[in-house]
Each structure stands twice: as C-alpha cells, then as structure tokens.
C-alpha cells in the first residue's frame, strides 16, 4: 500500500479528555491533514473515525494521541483498520451518552496565557474580568456535580450565556467550544465585597477596593475556585500578626503568592525544576529555600528556612497584584483543624472575628479543595497534599472489586475503585474534628455519585478508635481492617507498580500495630497482601496518650527513663509538677504505651537540644529539627542492631547516649541535628543490607510521615541507591497518611483474589 492510497482508523482515546478542547483540536488536526469522519466524546473517551490519504493519517494521529491539549491526560490509545466509509467532510457529533469504564474529569487549572491577554487588553470584552477562562484553563473538579461533563451538571448552569459567548461556544473554531463554564462580564459571575458583619460595600470595583483594603492592614477572606483565602499583604508585619492571633496559628508556616516569578526568586532558591512546578497550569503551593540574604517577614515561616510559595492561578488574583503589591499572605479560609470555607451563606459566620472583610462571588463551589502542595525530593516531584490541581486522580490499578478505602484518622483521604480504576480523593483533614468527620461523610456521598458508584467492600485501619473505623463499621457490607504500616507500604508499591516481594522502611508518628502497641519504626518484608516485620526500632514506654504528640518533652522524659536517667537533669523548661507527674505515671503504667515510633525520637531529640518543648501544629519539632541541621556534617553516632531473634531491633540507646555527650561538651545544636539524621540513615542502611543478605530481597520502599523529612529521605535514598538497592518512595501518592487510602485498597483487593 503506497502512501497515497485512503485508510481509515477507528481510534478510540482514554483518559481525562472532556473540558479540555480535545474535540476542537482534534477538528482542526483532521482539516489540517484533509481527513474525513467525525469525533465525539464517551465518557472519559474520545472516538474518532478518521478517513484519509495513509501518510496523512498516520500524521493525524501522532498528533492527535501523542501531542494532546496541555490539560489532557491519555491512558490509553486503541487503533483499528476499517473498511472505507468514503465520509467527505469531518464533523463533530453529540457526546454519547455516560457509559462506564474510566471516569474522568480535567482538574482546576490556572488561567493560560491567552486568557490572560484578554484579561489585560482593555478593548476585550473580558478586560479585567475576573472569571475569563476557555478549553485550555479555568474551574472543572470544582463545579462539576454530575457526568458527562456538560453545563447542565455544573454550578454554572444558573448562568445563560449572553449571545456573544454562546457563538463561541458553538464554534469548533473558537478555543471556547464547549467550554462549560464560558462566561463573561454580561452573562458569568460577578464579584461583591462585603464587610465582616456581611452587609454589601457599594463600589464599582471590588477588586480595586480590595486592594486598597489589603494596603491598609486589613485580612480578606477572597472566595477562589475551591474555597476562601484568608489574605493579607505579607510585607506588612502587623498585618501578618494579626491573622496569626485571630486564626491561633503562631507558628505554623503561612503559604505566600507572589506576582510573578521575579518576584519570587527575590526571595527564595528557585531551581529549573521548581520553575516548572510553580509555573505548571496545576499551580501547586512548592516548598522552596528562602535566600539567606533576602529580607522576608519573620512572622510568615518563623524558625525555618523554606517557604509555601504559589503564583497567581485565577485572574482575580493576578488582578488583585495590579497595583503595587508584590506578595500576599494566601492561608486556607477556615478557623484552625475545621475544613476549608467554600460557602457565602456560611463563610461570615465561620471566619467571624478573623476577616475583617470578604470578597465573594456567587458560582457555587461544589466540591471544596485546598491548596496543592508538593516539594522536590531526590530531584523528583512530590506531592504533600494532592487537592486543587492534582484532583481527579485515578490510577490504574486492575483493581477487580468495587471497594471503599475510608484511610486514616489524620491527613485522611479516601479511595474508591470501579472497572479497574482506583480513585482518590482531595484532602481531607483530621477526623478527630467533627466539622471535618462531616466533611469526610460529603465527600464520600459526592465521589459515588459522580461515579454511579456502589461500593460492595469497606477498607478501614486496624485502629478500632479512629473515625474512619467507625464509619465503616455502620456500613451494610463486608469490611476488612488494614494494618496502618502495610498501607504506606502498599500505596508506594501501587504507585511504582511493584508486585513482588519487598523490604518497607516505613518511618511514621503513630500506627497499631498487630501486638497491640503503637509502631512508627518499622522494617517489613512483603507483599501487597501480607508482610512479616522483621525489625523495627527499640520499644519505648510512652506516657499521656495524645498529649505525648503534643508535648515533645514527654517523649524525651520517657527515653531518658528508659536509659535510666534523671529527666529533670536534661529538661529544664518544664515545671516541676508536670515533669513528676509524668514520671510517677510512668512508674505506675498509669496511661501508658509500648511504642516504636520513629516520629516519637525526633520528637525526643528536638526537646533534648532545645528545639520544641511544645508544638502548635503537626510535626511542628521535627520539621524545625530538620530544618536546623547543619549542611557538609557526614559524621554519624553510634547505633546497635540487635539480631538475635526476629524482629530486630534498632537499639537507640546509644544514639541517643551520642547526643546526650554532644550536649555535655556544648557541641552546637545545629550539629547534633545533622548527626542525628545522619545517624538514622545510616543505620537502616544497615539494616537493609542485612536483610538483603538473608531475604535476597532488592526492592526497598520508604514511606511513612517521617519521610517527609527531605533530608532523611535523601540521604538514605542515596546510602541505598549506593549499595545497590532499587529504590522507591511515594512521589504522586503523599507518602504521609493521606496516601493510606490507595494502600489500604490495593491490599483489600489483594486479600479478596485468594
């Protein structure tokens, strides 16, 4: 067959496909190459019948499937021959009716470019409008309630397009067809401020106003596309100060938008990598290293030397840099632990006493997000909290049962799998807070609607206490409890496609373990149906419950007890009464855990050298352990691993005798930091290569919350990559316990094959 002579191709294209300008594209590549035929959407497929010269064709669809819009996301490319149609022209037809299979929907995106050009041209009709967006950007997860993805089944539904819109969205030409939430100034939503006690601020330009507002010292909660923002001019101290006492988050680091990305590199280390993360239509909250010599308020990320920093993703917020601000304080819109605003009706009331004025606009957000945020780590992207920009996210997992994942009592998350596919969820937040448990309950009824779904199996933790066990508990149905460690393990092996046996470094903060004691140290050889520990860090006996998280220098109080010394000799800032209470507990067994948390020894040497007695957020004295920890320090305390019977056990008390010297000789707490990281993974290094030896298992998979310690992970990722290992850690799936979810499924559906 010469190149001249006509085929035609049945190509059917799968993956997030619909509200991303697929159709039109795929229009104008066919004009492009003289094919005939017609495209049109199924569910989270495009088909397209394509008829034409043979070169021709194979053309059209190398673009077509390997150089699709920015937005769109195949996973898979089916191409079969046909027998001559003689089609004369190509059209695009209706979308077929919902069918089942993978079900996706595009993320919310930041405005493109063009858009942007639209938004600052003043002889545009969308000059300065806030809601301007097309084919290739804009609100999608947000707004949708129903598939297929059509305005009908979107909050902008209440919106008629005027004339002029409508005319682009019936345009296969226009960058707009059948861009579902196309809008502008006299047909979209409008913008309105209010003052905190909610009654209407007459002004021609709120966002104007807005601004001078933030000028003036002022907190603004601004309605965004997945929730409100709590803002404020971020070089302004008071101002800044102010929304740390109304919000009661002195410590905890404040996200930060710049106006642009010069603005940005003024203030922080900004590599190729974390260029393209910042500037990706995803716009994700990146963790950079601030410039040493940069001034930057004290008050945005006290302690540290990173920063939360995001680029504008909405016109609105590209508007509101108009006029001389540079950056903004941008913090999720809730009171602290309770989930994100996204209602007007509720927002006065919930963020009374903190904004002083708001900023709404009435499109409805129909499923609430946070913020994104991810960090390089090992030189790879690494997602946090995977929410705005990084929701949907189905994997495909062969997955052969119609399960529920309820995941973990923090951080939590859940995940649903049908035909195959595994769909996660946004962040949630904390179970323990009821406004967030509800929360948890919505999210849960809104994903099996979306997806038709009927989840026929309920995954749950091991831990009989955590909400989400109790959730799943009142459900009709089968359920199976999954071993806390084994989930991490898991998510990152689904991630990575592993199915062999591997060895789990699984560091974490809390977790039950099988003998009933709390685990956060853990070494596993495993599956994804089942595992063996076969080591894991000393035991400790733990006192206070939660308020051993809370309380660091109960931790350290404890370690010293066990290495039968005088805590009082050591930890100085605590009043006498709270150190003898803790110590007459510990005599008694009054309160007390077994525990092997990894989690609970940070926590234990950020006391011990005077870094954190108390925290006010999570992970609060590890992350400012980390944070201090001298660079070009190699050297490592001594550590013991204890063979004799199975599991081993990492011994930390000479490691922590280490320390305790270093102190005595005043070496500077910086140091000790760097050797204590140092110390931790060179020792389950150690470990690893003795299992190697007996288990002849290469696989190593780290995750846990503990990981998101980047120094640990990259240090010890490096030690194994150097000996030889192949080495994988939670990148895409958040290595904290908002990825438990996925592993909680993978390994449910793995019990459920037997």
Known sequence: MNDTEKSRYMIRLCGVVQGVGYRPYIFQKAKEYGICGWVNNAGAMVIIDAEGERNSLKCFVRDVAARPPVLADIKKVEIRLQASAGYEDFEIRESDTFSKGLKLVSPDVGACEKCMSEVRDPH????????????????????????????????????????CC??????????????????????????????????TINCTDPIGRTIELIKKGNIIAIKGIGGFHLCCDASNDEAVMKLRNRKKRPHKPLAVMTKNIQIAARYCEISSQELKLLSSPRRPIVLLKKKEKAIMGENIAPCLKSIGLMLPYLPLQHLLFDDGLEMLVMTSGNRSRDPIQCENDSVIQGLDGIADYFLLHN????????????????????????????????????INHDILALGAEQKNSVCLSQSGYAYMSQYIGDLKEMAVYERFKEIIDKQTALLKANPLIYVHDLHPQYLSTWHAEKQTGPKIPVQHHHAHMVSCMA???????????????????????????????????????????????????????????????????ALGLEARDYIKTVERYEMDAVLHALASGLNCHSSTSMGRLFDCIAALIGVRDRITYDAQAAIELEDMAEAGITSCYGYRINTNSEPWELDYRDILAGVLADLDCRVPASAISAKFHNTIAAAAADMVLRLREIHKVNDVVLSGGVFENRYLLEDLHRRLKDSGFSVFFNEQIPINDSGISVGQLVIADSILED
């Open 124 to 163: 545009s009709r969308r000059y300065r409008y806030a809601f301007t967006n097309c084919t290739e950007c804009g609100p999608r997860f947000s707004i949708i309630k129903a598939l297929p993805y059509d305005r009908c089944n979107t909050t902008m539904k209440d919106f008629q397009q005027c004339s």
């Open 166 to 199: 409508e005319t682009e969205y019936n345009n296969p030409e226009s960058r707009r067809f059948h861009t579902q939430p196309n809008c502008c100034s006299d047909c979209g939503p409008s913008l309105e401020l209010a003052h905190s006690h909610g009654c």
């Open 363 to 398: 499109r409805d957000i129909y499923s609430s997000t946070d913020d994104s945020v991810v960090k390089l780590a090992a030189g790879r992207e690494q997602v946090s909290r995977r929410a705005r920009g990084y929701i949907p996210y189905a994997l495909d997992l062969g």
């Open 495 to 561: 991630e990575h496609k592993l199915f062999g046996e591997v060895i789990g470094i699984i560091f974490d903060g809390t977790g039950l373990g099988y003998d009933g004691s709390i685990w956060g140290g853990e070494f596993f050889i495993g599956s994804r149906k089942c595992f063996r520990r076969v080591g894991h860090l000393g035991q400790v006996l733990l006192q206070g419950g939660d308020r051993v998280v809370q309380e660091p220098w109960r931790s350290a109080a404890c370690y010293l007890r």
